[in-house]
T-cell receptor, first 112, second 117 residues
Framework: QQQVKQSPQSLIVQKGGISIINCAYENTAFDYFPWYQQFPGKGPALLIA?????SEKKEGRFTISFNKSAKQFSLHIMDSQPGDSATYFC???????????FGKGTTLSVSS | GAVVSQHPSWVICKSGTSVKIECRSLDFQATTMFWYRQFPKQSLMLMAT?????????EQGVEKDKFLINHASLTLSTLTVTSAHPEDSSFYICSAPKPRGGPNEQYFGPGTRLTVT
């Protein structure tokens, strides 16, 4: 049973465009929703995270939108750059100290 | 800031041999660490939860006798792949909860690429 569903699998965006990646979850007990960026051969790095008590969080060019009733959250990358080309994973967990459950990932390519 | 390291970053071993991967929290204590496996172009799949001073908890389908986990200190967890086979070739990543961090912020290691020939 896949608890976090991520789409699209791959995404191509022109430089300067907006990249949007979506995730949906099933477990209403989840209370922490991070997004990770991973480059080939490297470990994942935390990009931005949100808790369900807010609907949006913005850090620089990265924004998470959260819809608790729909059990969905998304990552928006504004002014996408070639350096943003990487694989992005959404994740979720339901309490501190537990493992994260990851989506299947989205490979983003930003053309210059 | 806090960092999680892994050693080695890359290892090649022959089929049937064992290989040990270390995961260290460099400037904080971690009573719990997590081990993930990532096959090419796939997501991170949790293998086991490593608990300092007690037995590890394995996810369904992960052979505990094949993937030995030891968490002997508050800064070190090791994963030993015993009798490795080519299908064990993968990217192994550990993580540790950030101390006094957010609800469940985690630090991830840089990963270890295992190739079994």
């Amino acid at each position: 049973q896949q608890q976090v569903k991520q789409s699209p699998q791959s995404l191509i965006v022109q430089k300067g465009g907006i990249s949007i990646i979506n995730c949906a979850y099933e477990n209403t007990a989840f209370d922490y929703f991070p997004w990770y960026q991973q480059f080939p051969g490297k470990g994942p790095a935390l990009l931005i995270a949100i808790r369900p008590d807010v609907s949006e969080k913005k850090e620089g060019r990265f924004t998470i939108s959260f819809n608790k009733s729909a059990k969905q959250f998304s990552l928006h990358i504004m002014d996408s750059q070639p350096g943003d080309s990487a694989t992005y994973f959404c994740a979720a967990s339901n309490q501190a100290g537990t493992a994260l459950i990851f989506g299947k990932g989205t490979t983003l390519s930003v053309s210059s | 800031g806090a960092v999680v390291s892994q050693h080695p970053s890359w290892v090649i071993c022959k089929s049937g041999t064992s290989v040990k991967i270390e995961c260290r929290s460099l400037d904080f204590q971690a009573t719990t660490m997590f081990w993930y496996r990532q096959f090419p172009k796939q997501s991170l799949m949790l293998m086991a939860t490593s608990n300092e001073g007690s037995k590890a908890t394995y996810e369904q389908g992960v052979e505990k006798d094949k993937f030995l986990i030891n968490h002997a200190s508050l800064t070190l967890s090791t994963l030993t792949v015993t009798s490795a086979h080519p299908e064990d070739s993968s990217f192994y990543i550990c993580s540790a909860p950030k101390p006094r961090g957010g609800p469940n912020e985690q630090y991830f290691g840089p990963g270890t690429r295992l190739t079994v020939t």
